[in-house]
Every structure is written in structure tokens, then in C-alpha cells.
């Protein structure tokens, strides 16, 4: 009986120190954050969705099945900042850290470390300024352009179809419309087509998340986003809020 409780504590303690086979653990400690949902993703496969770290006491431990790898993995922190790292099966991901200096936070364990982003781009669009190029958004000169950005994950998001269909109904012949999902699943693909079908507007997504060169170009931090361009090419609103931001700007157009 003893040998047998001397196995049972040394399995516990093998489970407990580390991943099993086929598994990633990543765990964190955070100073001055006692309690909070990070977000994190994969933009290569690592993960198929976004998925939540719950820290609970500044602390979190979070056990994925992965096969093979090295993966990326990107941590989002609550002001949209990020933290991405890339580990294989079996990896065992030690981060530590303090809430109000997240440029300092200590990573180990990780196959390689990414360049720390405080900031999800420059701040390069301005109200009367130009969208920098883009192969994805096209402004057609003599029309109005919305551009949304949003994701099926973000709270908010989803009411944005029914505002952009409405102005749309409302400016036939003046006004398109382009929205770009930062949902990191594949299985978005059917949510895009059923989006195009009902709605007759463009829906792009990479699957890339918050690591999208496009919203680095834009710097986009935040969804939902949502800009609009003049006939002229200029950027003429812009902001997280529909109603307050977009819609007294669209009362305009002829």
C-alpha cells in the first residue's frame, strides 16, 4: 500500500510540475493585477480560436492539446497591447510580470520571443488625412467608403451589419461598404459567405487577428473601428461608436 501511494504522489507531481505529452502549459504570475481575462491566439494554426487566460489571485495556468509546432502564440492584453511568443508540444511557459510595466514582462520557456508591441501600430489615420495604400481596401473616386473592422468574438460587432445594411438601403448609388473580421478560426469562412449573401457587401479576414498587417498599417488598437472616406479620398469620420461617430456624417450625403 505504501508503494502504491508513493506512485500515486509521484504522478501527481510529474502532471503538476509540467505539460503532458502532446500538451502546452502556459502560466503566469502578474503583479498589480489581482483579477482579469487576457485573450490569446494563434495566428498560425496553435490555436483554432481565440481563447481566455482567467487570472484569479494575479495568477493564471492554462493547458492546451498541441501537436507538433514550434506555434505562434500572442497574449492581448486589456489596452490592446500584446505579448507573442512560439512554443512546441510539450512546451512549459513560465511568464512573469508586473501590470503597469507590461514592456518588462519575463518570458520562459518559449522557443523565441516576438518584439514586444505596446501599441497595435502607428497612429496614422486623421480626420481630413488619406488611408495609407492597401491591395484589400479600394476607394472608388465620387463615392463614400465605410470600412469596418470588427470579429465575431468582440462584443458590439455584430450590430455594426445591421447599421451598414441600413445606410447602405438608405445611399444606394453613393455609398459601399467594406468590413474586415479579425477572427483567427477558419471556420469564419461560412460566417463571411453568409454575411456577403444577406448583406451584398465585401467581407475580408486573413485569420490573423490582432497580428494583421493591415490594422499595423492602419493602426488599428481597438474594435469595432469603423472609418469613413469622402468622395474626395478623405478620411471624414472615424471611431468605435455607429450612431455617435458615423451616422450624423452620413446624414450628409445627398
Not at 507538433?68 to 492584453?77: D, E, F, S
Not at 505596446?118 to 491591395?135: A, E, F, V
Request: glycine share 10%.
Amino acid at each position: 500500500m505504501k508503494l502504491s501511494y508513493t506512485l500515486l504522489f509521484a504522478t501527481f507531481l510529474f502532471v503538476a510540475c509540467g505539460p503532458q505529452k502532446g500538451r502546452l502549459r502556459i502560466r503566469g504570475e502578474f503583479d498589480n493585477l489581482p483579477q482579469a481575462d487576457l485573450r490569446i491566439y494563434s495566428p498560425d494554426g496553435g490555436l483554432s480560436t481565440f481563447d481566455t487566460l482567467h487570472i484569479v489571485k494575479g495568477k493564471f495556468d492554462y493547458q492546451i492539446p498541441v501537436d507538433g509546432g514550434p506555434y505562434t502564440y500572442v497574449i492581448l492584453y486589456p489596452n490592446y497591447s500584446t505579448l507573442g511568443f512560439q512554443a512546441h508540444s510539450g512546451s512549459d511557459i513560465r511568464i512573469r510580470g508586473d501590470a503597469l510595466s507590461l514592456n518588462q514582462v519575463r518570458v520562459e520557456g518559449a522557443d523565441s520571443i516576438l518584439p514586444q508591441q505596446q501599441k497595435m501600430g502607428k497612429k496614422l489615420l486623421s480626420i481630413g488625412g488619406r488611408l495609407p495604400k492597401s491591395d484589400i481596401v479600394e476607394h472608388k473616386p465620387g463615392t463614400y467608403l465605410l470600412i469596418v473592422f470588427w470579429a465575431d468574438w468582440r462584443h458590439g460587432s455584430s450590430s455594426l451589419n445591421y447599421h451598414v445594411r441600413q445606410a447602405l438601403r438608405d445611399h444606394p448609388d453613393s455609398l459601399y461598404a467594406i468590413s474586415y473580421s479579425l477572427d483567427v478560426d477558419p471556420e469564419f469562412g461560412r460566417v463571411r459567405e453568409t454575411i456577403e449573401d444577406t448583406t451584398h457587401w465585401h467581407t475580408y479576414c486573413d485569420y490573423r487577428g490582432w497580428s494583421s498587417p493591415l490594422l499595423a498599417r492602419y493602426g488599428i488598437r481597438n474594435i469595432p473601428w469603423i472609418i469613413l472616406v469622402g468622395p474626395k479620398g478623405k478620411i471624414q469620420a472615424m471611431g468605435g461608436d455607429y450612431n455617435r461617430d458615423i451616422k450624423p456624417y452620413l446624414t450628409q450625403i445627398q
